[in-house]
């Protein structure tokens, strides 16, 4: 307030000429100055923030999130710039306002250490981008596409179109499997067959059904070993290469043909079965009559 009272408009002025003609005068040029600067300046930070934003859109290149983050981050700048203008308008002194202002920041800041901690870990994802809008990821337990990267928390909708809201903080400071990293997938599958089933035949039915698929890559070279054998089955491990658009459905298609093919060929699959083994079979037969 002292800063207030000793800027031009009221050094000399007494308090009976407050009301003059010419201190009105004055002051209504400085607040229809102030007013102008204010639209000037909003007016500029919405068409810089506009500006920064389109460029992610026009180039799909770009990542949206890191251009929105920056974008955001001009507003914000502009807009200070414009307060401070503002008040000098008024000739206040900005100096002391921005050492207020600091102060005021300080005591927010410790208030607010884990929301910051949060801001921190979203400046570290937009500019790193670990992951990015639109790729399909697991996150602290969360599995689902990515749809919004703020600088408080990241947005995730799972397989049934839920949303997830996970602070970034816990998406920055934990594993994160990004399946839309690469442009290929390498797909698995666990194939049993029977004891008694013909172990190269059922081999080449099961590469030959998925390798006649137009989703299965031919480099790198599939992969097919028996790595198993369980109680009633012997398990076949196969690993394919495919775009990565494709992993999902290429999956969950070829789990069926391979079993259909299979039959097809007279390849056994197994189910679990038990022998029971009786010492005393007639006791059995009376118990039973």
């Given at each position: 307030?002292?800063?207030?009272?000793?800027?031009?408009?009221?050094?000399?002025?007494?308090?009976?000429?407050?009301?003059?003609?010419?201190?009105?005068?004055?002051?209504?040029?400085?607040?229809?100055?102030?007013?102008?600067?204010?639209?000037?300046?909003?007016?500029?930070?919405?068409?810089?923030?506009?500006?920064?934003?389109?460029?992610?859109?026009?180039r799909?290149?770009?990542?949206?999130?890191?251009?929105?983050?920056?974008?955001?981050?001009?507003?914000?700048?502009?807009?200070?710039?414009?307060?401070?203008?503002?008040?000098?308008?008024?000739g206040v002194?900005?100096?002391?306002?921005?050492?207020?202002?600091?102060?005021?920041?300080?005591?927010?800041?410790?208030?607010?250490?884990?929301?910051?901690?949060?801001?921190?870990?979203?400046?570290?994802?937009?500019?790193?981008?670990?992951?990015?809008?639109?790729?399909?990821?697991?996150?602290?337990?969360?599995?689902?596409?990515?749809?919004?990267?703020?600088?408080?928390?990241?947005?995730?909708?799972?397989?049934?179109?839920?949303?997830?809201?996970?602070?970034?903080?816990?998406?920055?400071?934990?594993?994160?499997?990004?399946?839309?990293?690469?442009?290929?997938?390498?797909?698995?599958?666990?194939?049993?067959?029977?004891?008694?089933?013909?172990?190269?035949?059922?081999?080449?039915?099961?590469l030959?059904?998925?390798?006649?698929?137009?989703?299965?890559?031919?480099?790198?070279?599939?992969?097919?070993?028996?790595?198993t054998?369980?109680?009633?089955?012997?398990?076949?491990t196969?690993?394919?290469w495919?775009?990565?658009?494709?992993?999902?459905?290429?999956?969950?298609?070829?789990?069926?043909?391979?079993?259909?093919?299979?039959?097809?060929?007279?390849?056994?699959?197994?189910?679990?079965?038990?022998?029971?083994?009786v010492?005393?079979?007639?006791?059995?037969?009376?118990?039973?009559?």
């Amino acid at each position: 307030m002292q800063d207030l009272l000793n800027t031009d408009i009221w050094n000399g002025t007494t308090l009976g000429d407050v009301l003059t003609l010419e201190f009105l005068v004055a002051l209504l040029g400085n607040a229809v100055a102030a007013v102008l600067i204010l639209l000037v300046g909003l007016t500029l930070a919405r068409w810089v923030r506009r500006r920064i934003k389109g460029i992610a859109v026009r180039r799909a290149s770009l990542d949206p999130a890191l251009f929105g983050f920056l974008g955001d981050l001009a507003w914000y700048a502009i807009i200070a710039f414009t307060v401070l203008f503002v008040l000098n308008t008024f000739g206040v002194r900005t100096t002391s306002v921005v050492a207020l202002i600091g102060a005021a920041g300080l005591a927010i800041g410790l208030a607010l250490q884990g929301t910051l901690s949060n801001v921190a870990a979203g400046v570290m994802l937009i500019f790193f981008r670990p992951i990015k809008i639109g790729d399909f990821v697991v996150v602290n337990g969360v599995m689902g596409s990515v749809k919004d990267i703020s600088l408080n928390y990241t947005e995730i909708a799972d397989l049934q179109n839920v949303q997830y809201i996970v602070p970034n903080s816990e998406v920055w400071g934990n594993t994160i499997q990004n399946y839309s990293a690469y442009q290929q997938r390498r797909v698995q599958w666990t194939f049993g067959v029977g004891y008694g089933a013909n172990l190269a035949k059922a081999e080449r039915v099961i590469l030959d059904t998925i390798m006649a698929d137009p989703r299965a890559l031919k480099e790198p070279e599939p992969f097919i070993q028996v790595t198993t054998l369980n109680d009633s089955s012997v398990d076949f491990t196969v690993r394919v290469w495919c775009a990565n658009d494709d992993a999902w459905g290429f999956q969950t298609d070829m789990t069926r043909r391979v079993k259909e093919a299979l039959d097809g060929a007279g390849v056994p699959i197994p189910f679990p079965t038990r022998t029971l083994v009786v010492d005393n079979p007639e006791e059995l037969r009376a118990a039973a009559e």
